[in-house]
């Protein structure tokens, strides 16, 4: 393909990679350990600009008054809102959509995943999405791998056998699958989620890491050294468990559909109780109510609630949420997030169909999904665009990159090379290339935050109580999302209820 053709090609970058949020300095006490103040970032944001340019924001007087406002319309606090859709409920999102990291989007009427993409049937979000009236469909489809250009079907099954490797590192391989399959995670839970999965590498050969610092950057935010090894246990004892079967489902464009379904069902009765576009800025508590103020277009509101559900993530959390205890705020301090792109590869022709989620080591993005692949089967279901979901996590230092739209199309255009170099048949054009980015999607699961820092970070601070997935663990995914949201309303009913606060609450408790 001659470089001009290529050139034709339309790239559009989306997303936003706010370091923090829209911040009134003057409203926030002072967050111990913040050497600096708040980095206010971001792009199309005309809040972040105000703050940026030195605009100081005041606080107005109350103007509502609600049982509970929910900060955050990502799973977690539409879940919340869900659970709490009998209540007066406020919910308040920043960005137009809702969603958060479960958010979908539409090429022609063709869905694709900009973020979440399945989950499996033994987990709360499979009953959850039933519950909310949503068929789960299955997924089938064991992941394969895409190797030296080979694609290899069921890579922990029968893969194990056809990797294009020498024979002792695909002896290597099978090694550390029995190996990993004999851990019994509660006996050694421990020792594996305080140690980091690397541990467990030791004196395999290079391209059995290669193959988890793809997947596990893709799944829980880090690399074998990163990670906890509990996670890398976790991950694998469940993709054999039931091999070949394979326990998963999602729909078109991934679990951006569990997030339309609630926002569906919501606003049939609450419509007047979901605002997007509407950024908190603080969240100031007294002895008998909490005052949240947002602003919304360019107008700041305040709105006052017996009770606040934070389902923002900590990194945004801990800077508007006055009078944090100092522990809590250093252990908000202490998750660490990984900057994410999602590149769609829009193709108007069948160019990779062969499995639901291919694992590409060594390639500038980790793995891929075929958007479309639990409808392609259903009669009548004609393919009008093959989508190719390219997961592009990257390293915490590399955030900068996501920034500028020039450098952002820069990883979309690496994506694409990859792609056209990944096997034979692959040096295809597509019609487009959306790239969606985020600056901290993905919190990492690293060694001790499961144990240590998780349990810190969702202690309920009298009125203000505290979901999200970041809340949970052990890995960022659905589950604990909304999870997180059923232990919070719980927490604030109590409260309501005038009951006393547990000393410390799990999920699912
Ligand atoms: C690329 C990718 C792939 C993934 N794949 C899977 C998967 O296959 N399966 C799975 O189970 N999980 C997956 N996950 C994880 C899953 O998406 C998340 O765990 C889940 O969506 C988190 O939901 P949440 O509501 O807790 O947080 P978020 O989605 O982060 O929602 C927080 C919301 O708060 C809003 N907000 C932030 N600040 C403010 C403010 N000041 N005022 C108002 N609103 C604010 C944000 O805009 C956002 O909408 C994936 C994540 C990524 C990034």
């Known amino acids: 393909m001659s470089s001009n053709r290529r050139e034709f090609i339309k790239f559009v970058v989306a997303g936003s990679v706010a370091a923090g949020c829209p911040i009134d300095f003057l409203l926030l006490a002072a967050q111990p350990g913040d050497a600096h103040p708040p980095m206010i970032e971001g792009e199309d944001n005309r809040i972040c600009h105000q703050v940026r340019d030195g605009k100081v924001f005041t606080r107005p007087p109350v103007s509502a008054r609600h049982d509970v406002v929910i900060v955050g319309g990502g799973l977690s606090g539409l879940a919340a809102a869900y659970f709490l859709r009998q209540r007066d409920f406020l919910l308040l999102e920043k960005e137009p959509h809702w969603g958060g990291n479960a958010y979908a989007m539409e090429y022609q009427g063709s869905a694709y995943g900009t973020g979440t993409a399945f989950l499996y049937n033994d987990e709360y979000a499979y009953g959850f999405a039933r519950q909310i009236g949503l068929e789960p469909l299955p997924v089938d489809s064991p992941d394969g791998s ?40 509660d006996k050694r839970a421990k020792e594996l989620y305080n140690h980091p999965f690397s541990d467990l590498l030791r004196g395999y050969p290079e391209e059995l890491k290669l193959w988890w610092d793809s997947y596990g950057p893709s799944n829980y935010g880090a690399t074998t050294e990163d990670a906890a090894a509990a996670v890398g246990v976790i991950e694998l004892q469940a993709m054999v468990a039931e091999s070949p079967h394979d326990d998963r ?21 609450s419509a007047e109780r979901m605002q997007s576009g509407a950024t908190t800025v603080s969240v100031i508590s007294d002895k008998n109510q909490v005052q949240v103020t947002y602003m919304q277009g360019a107008e700041l509101k305040t709105v006052a609630a017996k009770a606040v559900i934070m389902a923002t993530p900590k990194f945004i959390t801990r800077r508007i949420v006055d009078g944090l205890p100092a522990k809590q705020t250093e252990a908000m301090h202490r998750i660490r997030y990984i900057p994410y792109a999602v590149v769609n590869l829009i193709f108007d022709k069948p160019v990779f169909n062969k499995g639901f989620d291919t694992w590409c080591p060594g390639s500038t993005f980790t793995d891929i999904t075929v958007a479309d692949w639990v409808i ?26 996501l920034l500028n739209d020039a450098s952002a199309r820069r990883v979309a255009a690496n994506v694409l090379r990859d792609f056209q170099k990944l096997y034979p048949g692959s040096n295809v054009d597509p019609v487009e290339v959306h790239l969606y980015r985020r600056g901290h999607p993905l919190y990492m699961s690293t060694p001790g935050l499961f144990t240590e820092v998780q349990p810190l970070v969702r202690q309920a601070m009298d009125r203000v109580f505290f979901a999200n997935t970041d809340s949970e663990g052990p890995e960022s995914t659905v589950s604990p999302a909304i999870l997180s949201a059923q232990r919070a309303v719980k927490e604030a009913e109590n409260r309501l209820a005038g009951k006393p606060m547990a000393a410390r609450t799990t999920a699912g408790d």
């Open 376 to 401: 392609r089967n259903q009669p009548g279901y004609k393919q009008k665009y093959n989508i190719l979901t390219c997961y592009t996590p990257l390293r915490e230092e590399d955030r900068a990159v």
């Open 146 to 185: 895409l190797i030296n250009g080979e694609w290899i079907a069921d890579t922990w099954g029968d893969g194990l056998d056809k990797l294009p490797y020498p024979a002792p590192v695909r002896e290597a391989f099978k090694k550390f699958k029995k190996e990993i399959l004999a851990i019994d995670l």
């Open 249 to 269: 489902f999602t729909w078109p464009g991934g679990l951006g559909a569990m997030s339309n379904k609630l926002v569906e069902v919501l606003s049939s009765k």
